[in-house]
């Protein structure tokens, strides 16, 4: 064997020992999105391998499949969906076509983290789409509550220690951990936010009603007339006036969408500012996990009411 063969050889052979570790040691899993992959990292450590299909940046109502995605939920021991039909548009074509049963709904390996949580905006009566509203379930923007975020890490610390039962021990510190830097940082937020309870604001989409309720914030109107119904032009003079008759200077806005409508309305508004926040981990470049998400938009609107309320 000449030095380049052995060269080769070597790199094969550690490639084949990296991969059968990897397939022995860590469970592959599939998230609809980025605070999923998050929390699941943060419980899962050097045990999980996840994959994000919908990025932070990105309407996670309305995602393009790629053939990448078939791919990665074919090789999923776990599937974990965000739920309340929020990927009802494009999740059950792909999990279907993945041909893959440990993560068929109903099967071990497919879970719906909204089963435990908190969830707001539940419609009674008849349910219905009248119009294309995409909530039909309930607000299913509920990771938006750290709340919420403990009760989701919570389920995947169980559904973890279901499928990789010698590992219950080791989620459970990591769950233990999670839990305690998230709590530490809640009472950081609750002292930044605390001068502006009460204050009225209006969000782009029904994003924040968990996230507002937290902080003791009250959203009284959105751009969008429904969710998922881009602006009209009625909707929006309405607006305007309720938020000048109001004194609501802010509106939140999700990176996703256009600024045009929002911009408008602030200028005709006294006082008027439009603020980006991020929805999602990996919603702006600074956001990479969960705990990060709130720091930075208690941070960032805390700097925003701070100019709106003087306070
Ligand atoms: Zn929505």
Excluded: C
């Amino acid at each position: 064997m000449n030095i380049r063969t052995s060269v080769i050889a070597f790199v094969v052979a550690g490639f084949l020992a990296g991969a059968t570790v990897d397939a022995q040691s860590q469970l592959n899993i599939v998230t609809s999105t980025e605070d999923l992959a998050s929390i699941t990292r943060d419980v899962g450590g050097d045990k999980v391998a996840v994959t994000a299909l919908a990025k932070g940046y990105q309407d996670p109502h309305f995602v393009e499949p790629k053939p990448s995605f078939i791919l990665a939920v074919n090789r999923a021991a776990l599937y974990i969906a965000i739920g309340r039909e929020l990927e009802i548009g494009w999740l059950p074509p792909l999990i279907t076509s993945s041909r893959n049963a440990r993560i068929q709904p109903g099967a071990n390996g497919y879970l719906d983290a909204s089963l435990n949580v908190r969830i707001l905006e539940i419609l009674t009566g008849q349910i219905t789409r009248a119009m294309g509203d995409v909530h039909p379930l309930g607000n299913p923007h509920y990771w938006l509550e750290p709340g919420n975020g403990r009760l989701i890490a919570q389920a995947i610390r169980n559904k973890l220690g279901e499928l990789s039962p010698a590992d219950r021990a080791y989620f459970a510190q990591r769950y233990d951990d999670f839990d305690r830097r998230l709590t530490a940082a809640e009472k950081r937020w609750d002292v930044t936010m605390a001068p502006y309870k009460g204050t009225k604001l209006v969000t782009y989409h029904r994003s924040w009603p968990n996230f507002m309720e937290r902080f003791g914030l009250e959203v009284m109107g959105y751009v969008e007339p429904k969710p998922g119904i881009p602006p009209s032009p009625v909707h929006t003079l309405e607006l305007i006036d309720e938020m000048k008759r109001g004194g609501v200077k802010l509106i939140v806005v999700e990176p996703y969408f256009s600024l045009k409508t929002p911009q408008a309305i602030a200028n005709q508004v006294p006082g008027g500012q439009v603020l980006i926040l991020a929805p999602s981990v990996g919603g702006v470049k600074e956001v990479t996990d969960y705990v990060q998400l709130f720091e930075y938009n208690v941070n960032l609107l805390a700097g925003a009411l701070k100019k709106a309320t003087g306070k």
